[in-house]
């Protein structure tokens, strides 16, 4: 079954970007009419939906997060990324990934295991 | 944005209690919801879809009901593997936004 793998740097410096990729295997991230999202937990917090891609390419951010959010695909390598800039202390969190069948009402699934990044100097 | 509010924030229960999470949305959201299972340091699991289907592989002890704005997730017999925290999601309208969650704990 499908299965996705977050990665990228643990610690990221306050103004920079923060980059992860997240790898799709057990499936092509092509087949299938799927979006892909990423989802971010503050420590001891709830849930926080970033944004997602298509595999054409078209995205849908959150609002709070826009200005600063650019997820993007690579059907070659199966993967999909995000890219945060101008991060702060408030970036800190457990980014997941997840296979976004949310159109078609049947929820985020699966989930990828997640990553911590912290934003610290 | 919709706002999911949960409720209760936490409860406590015994093993073999039926437990029932709330969840309402600030607008009508018909159908569109879905709820999680997350245990600490694991991602959430799909539990529930479009508002009362049961994910494959899930123990039919839980179920989920309701429309509009109005939902709930019951666990009919807690089971220990149950103790976790539970997300409402709604997938009306953009952005998707999740509750804050209902803890379930050991009485």
């Known amino acids: 079954q499908v299965q996705l793998q977050e990665s990228g740097p643990g610690l990221v410096k306050p103004s920079q970007t923060l980059s992860l990729t997240c790898t799709v295997s057990g499936g092509s991230i092509s087949s299938g009419s799927y979006y892909w999202s990423w989802i971010r937990q503050p420590a001891g917090k709830g849930l926080e939906w970033i944004g997602r891609i298509y595999t054409s390419g078209s995205t849908n951010y959150n609002p709070s997060l826009k200005s600063r959010v650019t997820i993007s695909v690579d059907t070659s390598k199966n993967q999909f990324s995000l890219k945060l800039s101008s991060v702060t202390a408030a970036d800190t969190a457990v980014y997941y990934c997840?296979?976004?069948?949310?159109?078609?009402?049947?929820?985020?699934?699966?989930w990828g295991q997640g990553t911590l990044v912290t934003v610290s100097s | 944005d919709i706002q999911m509010t949960q409720s209760p924030s936490s409860v406590s229960a015994s093993v073999g209690d039926r437990v029932t999470i709330t969840c309402q949305a600030s607008?009508?959201?018909?159908?569109?919801l879905a709820w999680y299972q997350q245990k600490p340091g694991k991602a959430p699991k799909l539990l529930i879809y479009a508002a009362s289907s049961l994910q494959s592989g899930v123990p039919s002890r839980f179920s989920g009901s309701g429309s509009g704005t109005d939902f709930t997730l019951t666990i009919s017999s807690l089971q220990p593997e149950d103790f976790a925290t539970y997300y409402c999601q709604q997938a009306n309208s953009f952005p998707l936004t999740f509750g804050g969650g209902t803890k379930v704990e050991i009485k």
């Open positions: 997840a296979r976004d069948l949310s159109y078609y009402d049947l929820g985020f699934d699966p």
């Open positions: 607008q009508g959201i018909s159908s569109w």
